[in-house]
């Protein structure tokens, strides 16, 4: 009986293992997908998420439902997804905390970096605002006087990039601010409303309404490039600090695990989703930025920011809260 090649048996077996995940990939969406939102209602990480969810609800043809799953620093809404089925029937709206985590809190009982990344939905500057009867003028004005006389500083939480952005303004400044927690940026918005802080550094989508209606003062944001919706802020680079420019994100994420080809149709559905009129201007009201980007691009930034995140959490001996 003559030999039979190993290697095209080698292939029909690969062909008959892969042709049911093909099948299912193929029939992928056919029942309601599961969104978990690792934060409360009502912030932007919030409100990028459901306007997203209806999006796709349109374009996948099936009932994207978001879920709230809010505590720990993002860490219960995140375990959930992570110990979710890998069949793209649950995602996750993750952000900018997935880098953090994992250094801040080492024993989590999953790996934060080990999602698949589907899409950065939306790059989210960071902004530090003042009242607006502060009576600097500008950036370089106010950062003098926070020598002589350090502020307390609001941030959206412990160990969120604001945060990090804080403790490392502060330490350039030669003083000691006083960095003041919040469970959500709204609260930390109001104290320095009502004159218990000095400034808030959070994401520009919380407070591009008070900037632009003069309730509250612009004095830097983050990226490398000044932000679309309030323009005439300058860049930490513009003011020097091109070392701590950084820049948050909302985005989609799915289990460790997934069919890359469900990967490949979320992506494609999201980067579709962003360009629509109306989720664009709701974007653009936020004064968060849309990205056209495929998946990878997501997940090299996800560990980039890590290793980075990691050093800075090291150098200012940042502990879990």
Not at 29 to 53: E, N
Not at 163 to 178: C, D, I, N, P, Y
Not at 223 to 235: C, G, Q
Not at 236 to 254: I, K, M, Q, S, Y
Request: hydrophobic share 50%.
């Amino acid at each position: 009986m003559p030999q039979i090649a190993r290697r095209p048996l080698l292939a029909l077996a690969a062909g008959l293992l892969a042709a049911p995940r093909l099948a299912r990939a193929s029939a992928w969406p056919d029942r309601p997908i599961r969104l978990i939102v690792p934060v409360a209602p009502g912030g932007s990480q919030d409100i990028v998420a459901r306007h997203s969810a209806r999006a796709l609800t349109e374009i996948l043809g099936q009932p994207v439902q978001v879920e709230n799953l809010a505590g720990g620093g993002s860490n219960i809404g995140y375990a959930a997804a992570a110990r979710a089925a890998a069949d793209g029937n649950t995602l996750l709206a993750g952000a900018d905390t997935l880098s953090i985590t994992g250094a801040l809190t080492p024993r989590l009982g999953f790996d934060p970096l080990d999602f698949a990344a589907i899409h950065r939905t939306v790059r989210v500057p960071q902004i530090l605002v003042v009242r607006a009867d502060d009576p600097a003028p500008d950036f370089a004005t106010w950062f003098a006087a926070s020598r002589r006389r350090p502020p307390a500083i609001g941030t959206p939480g412990h160990g969120q990039l604001a945060h990090l952005l804080v403790e490392q303004l502060s330490r350039a400044s030669g003083g000691a601010w006083t960095h003041v927690p919040y469970r959500g940026g709204a609260l930390a918005v109001n104290d320095l409303m009502a004159g218990q802080l000095q400034g808030v550094m959070i994401n520009i989508g919380a407070v591009t309404d008070h900037v632009r209606g003069g309730r509250l003062k612009a004095l830097m944001v983050s990226p490398e490039a000044r932000a679309a919706a309030l323009p005439d802020v300058p860049t930490l680079r513009e003011l020097g600090f091109p070392e701590l420019t950084a820049v948050g994100w909302h985005g989609l994420l799915a289990p460790a695990g997934t069919d890359p080809a469900i990967i490949a149709r979320l992506n494609a559905a999201s980067r579709e989703a962003v360009k629509r009129p109306d989720l664009a201007a709701r974007l653009a009201a936020l004064g968060v930025e849309p990205t056209d980007e495929a998946p990878e691009v997501l997940q090299a930034a996800i560990r980039e920011d890590a290793a980075r995140y990691a050093e800075i959490i090291r150098r200012f001996n940042i502990s879990a809260a």
